[in-house]
């Protein structure tokens, strides 16, 4: 009996099984067969874990991201979107712990903590950074930091310090670690069963510790073959974080995270080249306004240039009667000068062709993918709002605020209250915080660094529109003082406190108190047509600010 052959496809599926094949036709999905047309045919990727796929290219997905920040505009300031945005200049602790199950009453939480909030801003905001183990960076700077490494790399990686200082109370300083030195060490291969992305895991997948490369030479290209690695544990004995790691996992048992420009990188990379070609081309189309041309064909140019010494004599004895003819008609009519060609020759002028022919329209195609790639909006990258109307401008805009206050929150937050919870462990531990009924801050941890931060406020498209819809929101009970004032990045304590003195001293000076909640009074709505775009001044937010 003869041995049936059958071609087979590079999926290792016989070619007669996958002719005509699709997912509809066997009642599955569509995207799990060929495709309409066969489309997807020599689509087949491996299936792997985060860390398969990201681990052995870390390295170069690293220094591509650098480049890129360092290089590219839009790189650059999709970065300073997220900081800014995230972080803003001054990141500020509303300090919230479970002070009902603390047993505490509501005056002694407020008492304590007005306390614990005064004494961290001395810490954190001291301008000799004494937070800081390089003394370079206050707290703020350290959480923008902090994102920017999670911008960059997909992780942000600090080390805590236990250093004497001179002149300063505490102790607690905080060391950030450029995640480009966490790595295996030396010997150790980069899907080892315990160690992967420089992270020592338990049986569960948790981080127990982090191996710290020593670079040779911070001036000199980074090899940290043979240059000494340090392990840090994650904690000691008695649970005090010694390795800060944040990052957004989304795959089970992942070691390292996903830098933001990972899917766009090839974009971003062929835009900056297309762009500087665009450039080029318009140069070189400008260059030239007019040419002359001969009758002397390309079969005489090519005998002048290659016929010898005599007829290289003959050329440039040409080209000098003809320089000399040029210099000799100067006919002018009304102080124009005529161009008088010899015998022969046609003054043609040069049109530069269609200087865009396309390109805006591609370019701002790929800004977008751009902009959705980096979790912020097209205006906002390109700083563009030329098109928008108030409407489709304030759509973009929450739709970036949302994705930076996730970032806010498990990014630099969690970023944040680590740091908070070593500095509140040293001040409870000296007495500087006395804490009500005895409560043993190690069992109480959790209970006792709960932290909300405030960082920079909500972009304000049309402040009038905004500051009603806050009223209505707090007249209402749907919202909050503390609520609203956080989305302009303020406290809400400090800003009481601030009209309480502001409204004794205009007491004492005999003015008027102020007037609140009259909105409706001092600014009545304006009936400006909504399509109306930002084009030219003559937008509806040009009417009440511009964006």
């Known amino acids: 009996m003869s041995e049936v ?167 607690t300083a905080i060391k950030m670690v450029s995640p480009k030195r966490v790595r295996n060490p030396d010997g150790v291969t980069t899907f080892d069963r315990t160690i992967r992305g420089g992270i020592k895991h338990g049986r569960h997948g948790e981080a127990l510790g982090y191996y710290v490369a020593n670079p040779n030479d911070n001036l000199l290209p980074m090899n940290f073959i043979g240059s000494g690695f340090k392990y840090i544990p994650k904690e000691t004995r008695w649970g005090r974080t010694q390795f800060i790691h944040v990052f957004d996992p989304r795959d089970d048992g992942q070691s390292r995270g996903t830098n933001a420009l990972m899917s766009v990188m090839s974009q971003m990379h062929m835009l900056d080249k297309l762009q500087q070609t665009k450039l080029q081309n318009a140069v070189v189309n400008a260059m030239y306004a007019a040419t002359i041309e001969s009758e002397l064909d390309s079969q005489q140019a090519f005998e002048f240039m290659t016929g010898g010494e005599d007829m290289q004599k003959n050329l440039w004895g040409w080209l000098a009667s003809v320089n000399q003819y040029n210099r000799g008609a100067n006919i002018r009519m009304n102080g124009v000068r005529i161009p008088h060609l010899m015998p022969g020759e046609s003054l043609n002028l040069q049109r530069p062709a269609n200087a865009d022919n396309g390109f805006s329209q591609l370019e701002t195609s790929i800004l977008q993918y751009l902009a959705a790639g980096i979790g912020c909006s097209f205006e906002q990258l390109t700083h563009n709002f030329q098109n928008s109307n108030f409407s489709s401008a304030r759509a973009a805009l929450n739709e970036s605020y949302r994705y930076f206050m996730g970032d806010r929150k498990f990014i630099a937050g969690r970023f944040a209250t680590l740091i908070f919870s070593l500095w509140f462990e040293e001040a409870v531990a000296m007495g500087d915080i006395e804490l009500p009924h005895q409560i043993n801050f190690w069992q109480e941890r959790s209970a006792l660094c709960r932290c909300n931060w405030i960082g920079a406020g909500r972009l304000s498209i049309d402040g009038i529109k905004e500051v009603k819809e806050s009223i209505l929101l707090i007249e209402s009970g749907l919202s909050t003082y ?47 047509p909504e399509n109306a775009t930002t084009n030219n001044g003559s937008s509806h937010a040009s009417n009440t600010g511009s964006i």
């Open 482 to 528: 503390e609520k609203e004032l956080a989305k302009l990045g303020e406290d809400y304590i400090e800003v009481f406190e601030q009209q309480m003195r502001e409204r004794k001293i205009r007491q004492e000076k005999g003015l008027p108190p102020p007037s609140w909640v009259q909105a409706s009074t001092l600014a009545p709505d304006e009936s400006t």
């Open 5 to 171: 052959k059958q071609i087979l496809h590079p999926s290792g599926v016989p070619i007669r099984q996958m002719q005509g094949y699709n997912g509809m036709d066997q009642g599955g999905y569509e995207s799990g067969g060929a495709g309409f047309g066969g489309q997807l045919s020599e689509w087949i990727p491996g299936l792997m874990t985060e860390d398969m796929a990201q681990l052995p290219v870390l390295d170069l997905s690293h220094a591509r991201a650098d480049d890129l920040v360092r290089n590219h505009g839009y790189a650059a300031g999709g970065m300073r979107l997220h900081l800014d945005n995230i972080v803003g200049n001054h990141f500020k602790l509303n300090w919230q712990p479970k002070w009902r199950r603390l047993g505490w009453t509501e005056d002694q939480f407020m008492d304590i903590k007005r306390q614990v909030e005064s004494l961290w801003s001395e810490f954190a905001d001291d301008p000799r950074c004494y937070i800081d183990a390089e003394r370079k960076r206050t707290f703020t700077q350290l959480v923008r930091a902090s994102v920017s490494q999670h911008f960059n790399y997909g992780d942000a990686m600090a080390a805590a310090e236990w250093i004497k200082k001179p002149f300063g109370r505490y102790r």
